[in-house]
């Protein structure tokens, strides 16, 4: 299991939140509890990484059906998008994005983040 310290964290996702406009971040495992967070303050982190888990478990079982890896999962709200990858067998990076930013720009600086924490 990987450990990432909150200042380690923050660090790298300061110049990630400068640039995409990311509104906040989170490190879950897969049981739902948060190891890590930059979410807004008015956000219940514990609702917050069950919901994730469950999201992420619940496409995880669907694909299986088509025996293929989930890249990534999007879900738009009203208010802000919801992008979930995988960093490994463990841990899920959920990060709350603005409504109108670039998909395609914001999925190519995430993929360099979760390139840094990899390789951490």
């Not at 496409?59 to 990858?85: C, G, P, R, V, W």
């Not at 395609?104 to 390789?119: A, D, Q, R, T």
């Amino acid at each position: 299991m990987i450990y990432i310290s909150n200042e380690l964290f923050n660090k790298k996702l300061e110049k990630l939140e400068a640039v995409s406009g990311l509104i906040g971040s989170a490190l879950i495992n897969k049981n739902g509890l948060i190891m890590n967070s930059r979410l807004p303050r008015d956000f219940d982190e514990r609702k917050f990484g069950a919901m994730v888990a469950t999201l992420f478990g619940s496409m995880e079982a669907a694909s299986a059906t088509i025996n293929d890896k989930i890249l990534n999962i999007t879900a738009e709200f009203e208010e802000y998008q919801l992008i979930i990858f995988t960093l490994n067998e463990e841990i899920i990076l959920a990060t709350l994005i603005e409504i109108n930013i670039d998909l395609g720009l914001v999925l190519i600086e995430i993929e360099e983040f979760i390139k840094n924490i990899n390789s951490i």
